[in-house]
């Protein structure tokens, strides 16, 4: 090309590039100048989030008094306020005060806004990277579309204990899948860059170690090693980082004796300085001040100075910032510059938003009649639903259902449910709106072939239901139960000492399954269950999850065939409660067990009254179609630090029909410095083949998947043998293969 063509280009780019740098440079120019014009209380005050539920309509003590910080300039953010009406007229208060600083709306747009989508447990059962990306820029379209600036999600926790109630809203138990799914949703939520009118910014949370709480116990504490911290659950919170995510929240719990909201080693040393993290951090829900009931505050003067010194910026609901950081600067106990550090975060991510331009971005009530009536978020509800379901048995191939089926009795306390299959934190959802199984039977089959009886409660003792449901059993061909949680029985709050289904429940299953005719259990539930019986004897079951606005439909799309079940389980499936906490990358002991899914030998690291195996294993999901794995290459069985290996397999559908798979690449390190477990998820691909095809997938091996955090917390991969596993499953591998990373 010739030198005056190219010319022009190269100026093209450099001119992007000073323009990239001076609007930066110019808000950075922008919130000094502001701060420079802030009195220390205005600048507390931008630290202070109050939620405001109570904000508007008639006139409380608590609204006057809220009402009144807002005009004074000493609040910086409100939560729970909803509503293009309702922000723009606390807005306006807002711009009342001296400096006329736009305030930010938080909330806990967790799994959707007025369209529910599946719970975040759920859609990780899809291992479906962009359709979950998209879940969350629905619910962020949405929400901005409702004056909306902020949600705080997505909660990027490890949970490896079924126990703690809000497993229901994270990714699962794995933290390279946790970690592409953090990502996923950061992107969806927030997209590229801050500023779109139809994005919010997102809060990755709870930082961190949220997940292992003791006993599985809510706001309990947290003890680990930091090469459990590091290996395990921090990836997630790292990968939020690096995709842009704009906030952080940290957690109620403690972490190794001290609370999250005070820790200095996770919110600064961590999160601000390894990890160059920009934004700002929140606290949750009066953390700071619940450091005096944990016993490592004094008073609320003391918890501000130490969650104001290790990082925490925004203060949550506990007002401890509002009443004790103007007098800690004026004594001489904490620098201004402390508190202009966390003012700065908070202002800077104002003017990334938009909201010194137009305080009223967010707010145009035409935008949120249109956004909030679109249909093709009830389209998308419907397909993620699907994905997100789980088939974990189907004897005989009892599914799909033909739908000339005679007669089906549909049984169970979920059968007619619409709220229970939302789940926890449904934020301006229509009830009457959802689907229920029960609805979408009629639909599919007519009236005359179904027959519904609630038979049993969701725990009640009370057996009086059950001679109906025996009843309309007897005279059906086929029997659904629809058993599991309510939308109650999971999420924050919501910790369970036994996690086993219901006694009642399963009393009623045995029942029904005594007559001889084959029954479906479809099982909705906003965290891993225990069902023994119910495994062992029935003759297909779905595992739906709590899955939103178009659950009824999208479960019967999976009974019927009109989708091809595809999801796999993020997370292990226990058989007994004293397995727990449980999870697939366990490490051998030095007397490890043969079989884990036999009894105990003695003198092996195993139980004597169940075996080690799980139920269900993390990746586990059957399909209509048959997939066959073969012909594992690797281009190399030696490689340095330099290098990579291609890996490489053909996977065919041998089945009737078109169907997806997701394929798992597992790692095991042989032999390390540190005890490494037996095989950990470092790659996955979903692909769709129609029946009787091929296709040849390639995974790439390189230093990076094979790094570890060893002892002194280094990232590194030492030399030694490395097994390479293919399958379909963390405990149904097809494929095996060495190779050597040399020194």
Avoid at 93 to 112: E, M, N, T, Y
Avoid at 319 to 338: F, P, R
Avoid at 409 to 424: S, Y
Wanted: charged letters at 25%; a neutral charge; proline letters at 4%.
């Amino acid at each position: 090309m010739k030198l005056y063509k190219i010319l022009p280009i190269i100026a093209f780019f450099i001119l992007q590039s000073l323009v990239a740098k001076s609007q930066k440079k110019s808000i950075d120019q922008r919130v000094d100048s502001l701060i420079h014009l802030m009195t220390l209380e205005e600048k507390v005050g931008q630290l202070n989030q109050y939620s405001g539920a109570q904000a508007t309509g008639p006139v409380t003590p608590r609204q006057s008094y809220m009402l009144n910080d807002i005009r004074s300039g000493r609040v910086g953010s409100m939560l729970n306020v909803k509503g293009v009406k309702d922000t723009r007229e606390i807005q306006a208060q807002a711009l009342k005060s001296r400096l006329k600083i736009p305030l930010l709306f938080g909330l806990d747009v967790i799994h959707g806004f007025k369209t529910v989508f599946p719970i975040p447990l759920a859609e990780a059962a899809s291992w479906d990277l962009e359709a979950i990306k998209m879940s969350a820029h629905i619910a962020a379209k949405e929400a901005a579309a409702a004056g909306i600036h902020w949600t705080f999600a997505p909660m990027v926790d490890i949970c490896r204990d079924p126990r703690w109630g809000r497993i229901m809203e994270g990714a699962g138990e794995d933290p390279y899948l946790a970690s592409m799914i953090a990502k996923a949703r950061v992107l969806g939520f927030q997209g590229e860059k801050l500023g779109k009118i139809d994005e919010v910014m997102a809060c990755a949370k709870h930082f961190a170690a949220y997940g292992a709480v003791t006993a599985g116990r809510d706001y309990n504490s947290v003890d680990m090693s930091k090469q459990q911290l590091w290996q395990i659950y921090l990836p997630p919170f790292k990968a939020a980082v690096e995709a842009g995510v704009a906030t952080f929240m940290n957690s109620f719990s403690t972490l190794n004796g001290i609370p999250a909201t005070g820790n200095c080693y996770l919110q600064r040393d961590i999160l601000k300085k390894q990890w160059d993290f920009s934004g700002f951090v929140v606290s949750d829900w009066g953390s700071i001040g619940q450091m005096i009931q944990w016993g490592y505050a004094k008073d609320k003067c003391d918890a501000a100075f130490k969650a104001i010194t290790a990082g925490c910026d925004m203060d949550m609901e506990s007002e401890s910032y509002k009443w004790n950081l103007v007098k800690l600067v004026k004594d001489g106990k904490i620098c201004e510059s402390l508190v202009d550090e966390a003012v700065r975060r908070i202002l800077y991510k104002k003017f990334e938003l938009g909201l010194f331009e137009d305080p009223y971005k967010f707010s145009n009530e035409e935008r949120e009649k249109e956004v909030l009536s679109d249909s093709s978020h009830r389209s998308f509800a419907r397909e993620i639903a699907q994905k997100s379901i789980v088939l974990l048995k189907n004897e005989n191939n009892i599914l799909p259902l033909k739908k000339l089926t005679s007669k089906i009795a549909l049984i169970g306390p979920l059968g007619k449910a619409r709220r229970d299959l939302l789940g926890e934190w449904v934020v301006k959802a229509d009830e009457s709106s959802v689907t229920s199984l029960y609805d979408v039977l009629l639909q599919k089959v007519g009236k005359d072939r179904v027959s519904y009886v609630k038979g049993c409660d969701f725990s009640s003792v009370s057996h009086k239901g059950f001679a109906e449901a025996l009843n309309i059993a007897k005279q059906s061909d086929i029997i659904i139960m629809t058993l599991g949680e309510n939308c109650s029985m999971s999420g924050e709050s919501r910790s369970m000492a036994n996690i086993n289904l219901p006694e009642v429940q399963e009393d009623l299953f045995e029942e029904i399954k005594a007559t001889g005719k084959p029954v479906i259990v479809v099982l909705m539930a906003g965290r891993p269950l225990i069902f023994n019986k119910i495994a062992d004897n029935a003759s297909g079951i779905i595992y739906a999850w709590q899955l939103g606005s178009e659950a009824g439909n999208a479960i019967a799309d999976v009974l019927y065939g009109d989708y091809n079940p595809s999801g796999k389980l993020p997370v292990t499936f226990p058989r007994s409660m004293g397995q727990i906490p449980l999870s697939y990358d366990y490490y051998n002991t030095g007397k490890p067990v043969k079989d884990p899914n036999q009894l105990s030998i003695r003198y092996t690291s195993a139980y004597i009254d169940v075996p080690n195996a799980p139920r269900y294993s993390f990746g586990f999901g059957l399909s209509y179609s048959n997939f066959n794995y073969s012909d594992l290459k690797l281009s190399a069985n030696k490689i340095n630090g330099k290098e990579k290996i291609d890996v490489s397999f053909k996977l065919s559908n041998t089945g009737k029909v078109s169907g997806e798979e997701i394929v798992q690449l597992y790692i095991q390190d042989v032999e390390a410095s540190i005890v490494r477990p037996v095989k950990a998820l470092k790659d996955f691909k979903k692909i769709k083949l129609d029946s009787e095809k091929s296709t040849i997938i390639h995974f790439t091996i390189d230093k990076e998947k094979l790094s570890f955090y060893n002892d002194s917390l280094q990232w590194t991969a030492e030399p030694g043998e490395f097994k390479v596993m293919i399958g379909a499953a963390s405990d149904n591998i097809l494929l095996n293969q060495s190779f050597e990373l040399l020194r």
